[in-house]
């Protein structure tokens, strides 16, 4: 069994910055950052194989938002720049995570994987 504890979540204002880790309480093969706005679907930021770093971003977040992995640590940072009004959420991480054509990146089914709490951030204009 893996234990994910995130951190990093807090409120910042427009075109802000934050890091939020994912640390997991052992060997994970590749993890994925999610967000959850209320009253919308979860959606798949980020996910990284962690035996090569290969990185998946949404569209959404191009450009602004960066995965990283720290295999020594058992950590997976997700680097948010330039934050915006449409980026608050709970954002959770989770293991494994995998990344579908004309979908983007899924979090394990229930029973198939191990989710964490989740941090919230909060943008301010």
């Known amino acids: 069994q893996v234990q994910l504890e995130e951190s990093g979540g807090g409120s910042v204002q427009s075109g802000g910055s934050l890091r939020l880790s994912c640390v997991a309480s052992?060997?994970?093969?590749?993890t994925g950052w999610f967000r959850q706005a209320p009253g919308k679907e979860r959606e798949g930021v980020a996910c990284?194989?962690?035996?090569?770093?290969?990185?998946y971003v949404a569209d959404s977040v191009k450009g602004r938002f960066t995965i990283s992995a720290d295999n020594a640590k058992n950590t997976v940072y997700l680097q948010m720049n330039n934050l915006e009004p449409e980026d608050p959420a709970v954002y959770s991480c989770a293991t494994p995570c995998s990344v579908v054509d004309g979908v983007g990146a899924l979090g394990p089914e229930a029973g198939f994987g191990y989710w964490g709490q989740g941090t919230q951030v909060t943008v301010s204009s």
């Open positions: 990284i194989s962690q035996p090569d770093g290969t990185a």
């Open positions: 052992g060997f994970t093969y590749s």
